[in-house]
């Protein structure tokens, strides 16, 4: 019987995170794990500069590895792909609990979690950046726990009167994947999308007159746009 894409999607991410309790010798496994981490640093260049139907053979060359080895970790290029997806999102969550957990005012969180977005978005193949959507649903939890700790840094902020309360959760995480994804022929993309942080964040902050030229996206359906493409590809 043929295995559904879901399924191997399924245990290559429950993989990922059994490596350190793998009964393999120490310095095998740490081995493992720098393969790995090699073969997604490249996957991820490779996606973002050719797009998600790049060869697996420049990736595995990319990383230094050979294509046996990438194949043995990961059986089909929608299950390196999903581990992508997961771990680009492993990456934003935990900018997304940094701001959350941080005793800081809420637009200053908000300011370190865009910041990190910026540094790091050479590693990040996200939906909203063409990568592909995620089926598995450890994936969509991550997703959906990135949503549920910015809004409750957003909520922080309509209380301390730092952050005007029409911004939503989805406002600030389109943003993110605006600056992470860098623009043809401008030089050091990291200081000019901290520039533009800049600005946005002061229209951001709580005193500033006018309204958002259009209603606002409330929590949930936040969350139902962001979904929504998962719903229609299904999970088998």
């Not at 637009?107 to 979690?113: P, S």
């Not at 533009?196 to 209603?215: E, K, N, S």
Request: a neutral charge; hydrophobic letters at 45%.
């Amino acid at each position: 019987m043929r295995t559904s894409r879901a399924a191997i999607i399924r245990r290559v991410i429950e993989s990922e995170g059994t490596d350190n309790k793998s009964s393999e010798p120490r310095e095998l496994r740490r081995d493992a794990a720098a393969n790995r981490d090699r073969v997604l640093a490249a996957a991820a260049v490779a996606v973002r500069r050719e797009g998600a139907g790049v060869p697996l053979a420049t990736i595995a060359a990319d990383a230094g590895v050979g294509v046996g080895t990438l194949y043995r970790r990961y059986p089909s290029r929608d299950a390196l792909l999903a581990a992508l997806t997961h771990r680009s999102f492993q990456l934003v969550l935990e900018a997304a609990h940094r701001a959350a957990d941080s005793d800081d005012t809420a637009i200053e969180c908000l300011r370190g979690f865009i910041q990190h977005t910026i540094e790091h978005g050479a590693d990040l193949v996200l939906p909203l950046h063409g990568g592909p959507v995620p089926l598995d649903q450890d994936t969509i939890a991550l997703r959906t726990e990135v949503h549920d700790n910015l809004e409750q840094v957003l909520h922080r902020g309509r209380q301390d009167g730092t952050i005007r309360h029409e911004v939503t959760a989805l406002d600030v995480i389109v943003f993110g994947a605006l600056l992470a994804q860098p623009l043809l022929h401008v030089p050091d993309w990291k200081m000019m999308a901290s520039r533009q942080a800049a600005i946005y964040f002061d229209g951001l902050a709580a005193t500033v007159d006018g309204r958002l030229p259009v209603r606002k996206v409330t929590a949930k359906q936040g969350r139902d746009l962001l979904a929504r493409t998962a719903r229609h590809e299904g999970v088998h």
